[in-house]
């Protein structure tokens, strides 16, 4: 009974003391950033016009394979920015392409803001950080485990902020056109899996209510919460970079990708 109770006292300090040490970064470097104009002239925003002051238009994206796609085509039209939002971004072949057509994005000038919960990133943090080196890339994971390496044990200390999760899903290109709904980025959202049936919805928005939506991805963004994940990760160089552009272009080059790529 006394060594169950030293066993039960040992792992309770240990587990404080791993956890207890670990500490976010300072946000003194941080540097707040916002959303364009949306009167800012670009080929979505003629597309779409200004003939309905005051009004809002939607398109359901039912399909996963349209909803996959419409991003993809959207990526491909911007000429500003991208502002990118979700809680699950899956390390899988669908998130690898999507991620290809947001660096080629970046390659040609627009500014890619890409905010994703910490809870499911820790498998990719190291590819993140590496596309944070590109200039026109910013990445932020929003409410941070303080201790990188075990992260599971912050919820046991400090469970009421840890369990304080980001579950928004927001895709904003050039502040003109807007997709939201259930999906995050993966396999399963897309209809990109043959063993499972998953239905979603996501809706595509213009008008007025595409500034409201780029405020809501600013207030996030620029949130005490939202950390580059380079300051939690560490800076890495431009090889880094080059290698994961490598390894994207690989993707790209598969035969079930050329088409898209």
């Known amino acids: ?18 956890t207890g040490c670990a500490q976010l970064p300072s946000r003194e470097s941080i540097q707040p950033s916002y959303a364009i104009s949306a009167d800012t002239p670009s080929t979505i925003g003629e597309a779409v016009g200004s003939n309905h002051p005051g009004l809002s238009g939607f398109y359901p994206l039912v399909d996963g394979v349209d909803a996959f796609v419409a991003r993809l085509a959207l990526i491909d039209s911007a000429e500003h920015t991208i502002d990118v939002q979700y809680y699950l971004y899956h ?3 669908t998130t690898i392409l ?15 803001r ?5 809870l499911s990133q820790a498998d990719s943090e190291l590819d993140l950080a590496a596309l944070a080196v590109h200039p026109n890339v910013e ?41 939201t709904g259930g999906r995050n980025i993966g396999n399963a959202y897309f209809s990109a899996e043959d063993h499972s049936e998953f239905i979603d919805l996501d809706v595509m928005s213009v008008g007025d209510i595409v500034p409201e939506a780029s405020d809501a991805f600013d207030l996030y963004w620029n949130h005490t919460l939202s950390y580059p994940v380079q ?3 560490g800076e890495r160089d431009e090889q ?11 993707l790209c080059s598969r035969q079930s990708a050329k088409q898209l790529c």
Do not use: W
């Open 240 to 250: 880094s970079l080059i290698e994961i552009t490598k390894t994207l272009e690989k």
């Open 139 to 179: 990445v932020r994971l929003f409410n941070p485990f303080p201790n990188r390496r075990f992260r599971a044990l912050g919820f046991i200390t400090n469970y009421s902020q840890l369990s304080r999760r980001m579950h928004n899903k927001s895709f904003i290109v050039d502040n003109r056109i807007f997709i």
């Open 231 to 233: 300051n939690l990760h």
């Open 98 to 112: 999507f991620t290809a057509f947001l660096l080629k994005a970046a390659e040609r000038g627009v500014r890619v």
């Open 91 to 93: 390390r899988q072949q």
């Open 1 to 18: 009974m006394i060594i169950n109770s030293f066993k039960a006292t040992f792992c309770a300090v240990l587990i404080f003391t791993i």
């Open 114 to 118: 890409l905010l994703l919960d910490d």
